[in-house]
């Protein structure tokens, strides 16, 4: 073998380990950025809308509520509501709100309502209820949200554009 052939030779291997570290570096940060965006979401299935209008842009302060069909609220993987364990005591639902009115919302507004001096939340609240959550579930909620310790005033349904349930078992 020549000194040029061996010198070609030494020149067509390429060290891949830098690409195959940011591969690496790609797919954990790729992985890290989808769990934290789906955080907030439970596996539901929405109710189908068919007048509704797209959260194209949704702000960037919305704290979002699930409720399962059994009734559980949960905030961020956590249940705050149980019917089984909390019966009919809804106190829990009651300082999530305030929690979320300390912490997470930002625009809120001092309103006089009954002769009583309020701190309204001007902030949204999502709402993702399954499809076959009994409507009371939501009516409990939203009976808290208009509490004066609480004072939400903004709150929306997350609907779906088609039916799922009929896209899962038709198959």
Known sequence: MSLLEDEVEREADMDMTPMIDCVFLLMIFFVLVIDLSQKDLEDLILP?????????????????????QDGR??????????????????????????????????????????????????????????????????????????????AFWKIELAMSEEDKEVRLYSK
Not at 48 to 68: G, H
Request: hydrophobic share 35%; glycine share 6%; charged share 25%.
């Open 48 to 68: 189908m809308a068919k007048y509704a209008t797209p959260d194209d842009s949704p702000p960037e302060v919305r704290p979002i509520l699930n409720i399962t």
């Open 73 to 150: 609220m949960v905030y961020r993987k956590n249940v705050r509501y149980d019917p089984i364990q909390h019966g009919d005591d809804m106190s829990t639902v009651g300082e999530l709100l305030i929690e979320w009115k300390n912490t997470v919302v930002q625009d809120m507004d001092e309103e006089t309502i009954g002769g009583k001096l309020v701190t309204v939340v001007n902030d949204p609240i999502l709402i993702r209820a399954d499809k076959w959550t009994e409507w009371h579930w939501v009516g409990k909620f939203m009976t808290g949200c208009s509490q004066p310790e609480a």
